[in-house]
């Protein structure tokens, strides 16, 4: 990438964006960042790193203005909104038309792995209209008529283990115990998000490489219940993982939006190709690598569970 680069990063506080920001820093390039709020402790933190922030959000279109200014590649990654889930596309749009107006060349797009399956038997469930929401942001982003675009296709986040998103393992942090909807002995695609951000870094910077690109992004194969063991074993705690019986699926999935998530993740593992991701010579991290960076946050995240024995 030409020295005095700059490149706009949506998200930077969060897990995507912030991997990509952090990533893009180590090569030197200059990163415009929109965040809600310039003093909160992960804003200061790219601060730290040299990336220069513009208060406001997508709705403000000064403030979107003012950080695309100068950027000639965008990183882009859009969070869906339970409460009104069109605002993540309409959201995208506001983003690709303020760039466009930007001058922005390049377009990176970080999705999901598995879209075009057709998982959800309910095409009107809440994890089918996420998907065909996602899917319609590709859309707009490849014939939103930049000079190039590629489409990153993430899998299932490591650092889901911990924190708020620990949700998706439904009551493991407070009882030991993952009652799930995957299925025994089913290797299905997992990354840490480290690895989203050198893939980030890699296709902003390597334009000519990666354009017109997509690209699944995942770390490494991991059953079930290998990764409740991992974690158990790094934590120290006792954990289990019950797999629940497909007629208790089907009801409890009606009420809960991590069954049918889980639901969807089924039989991608048919699908993942480790050989395909390793081709693009982007450095990779383990699961175990994940686990001893992330520690403090996994102790925090099971601290009430019981010793193992």
């Given amino acids: 990438m030409p020295t005095g680069t700059t490149v706009f990063v949506s998200g930077a506080t969060g897990t995507q964006g912030g991997a990509v920001a952090r990533h893009l820093r180590k090569a030197n390039v200059s990163v415009h960042a929109l965040v809600r709020d310039p003093s909160s402790s992960k804003a200061k933190a790219l601060e730290t790193i040299g990336v220069t922030l513009f208060p ?11 950080a695309l ?40 797009y970080t999705s999901s792995f598995g879209l075009d399956i057709e998982k959800d038997p ?13 899917k319609d942001i590709v859309t707009a982003v490849v014939s939103a008529g930049f000079e190039s675009y590629t489409i990153l296709r993430p899998a299932k986040f490591m650092s889901d283990l ?10 493991l942090a407070k009882t030991g115990v993952f009652e799930t909807a995957l299925r025994e002995g089913e290797a299905g695609p997992w990354v840490d998000p480290d690895d989203i951000g ?21 770390t490494e194969l991991l059953t079930p ?41 089924r039989d991608m593992g048919a699908l993942a190709d480790m050989d395909r991701v390793r081709s693009w010579g982007v450095p990779l991290g383990s699961f175990q690598g994940f686990l001893e960076r992330e520690k403090a946050a996994l102790d925090e995240t099971y601290a009430q569970l019981p010793d193992a024995e």
Avoid: C
Wanted: hydrophobic share 50%.
């Fill in 225 to 265: 219940e290998s990764v409740i063991a991992s974690v158990a074993k790094v934590t120290g705690k006792k954990m289990s993982i019950q797999f629940l019986p497909e007629v208790e699926v089907l009801e409890r999935k009606k009420v809960n939006l991590f069954l049918q998530a889980q639901i969807s993740m």
């Fill in 162 to 171: 911990f924190g708020p998103a620990v949700r998706w393992f439904g009551d």
């Fill in 69 to 108: 200014k100068g950027a000639q590649s965008a990183f882009l990654n859009f969070i869906p909104t339970f409460s009104d889930l069109s605002q993540e596309l309409r959201d995208a749009e506001i983003v690709l038309a303020a760039a466009k107006e930007a001058g922005v060349r390049h377009i990176v």
């Fill in 198 to 218: 050198a893939f980030g870094a890699a296709a902003l910077t390597d334009r000519k490489r990666f354009a017109g690109q997509r690209v699944d992004v995942y």
């Fill in 122 to 134: 309910d095409p009107d469930g809440i994890v089918a209209r996420v998907y065909q929401i996602k």
């Fill in 56 to 66: 406001g959000s997508f709705a403000d279109e000064d403030a979107l203005r003012a």
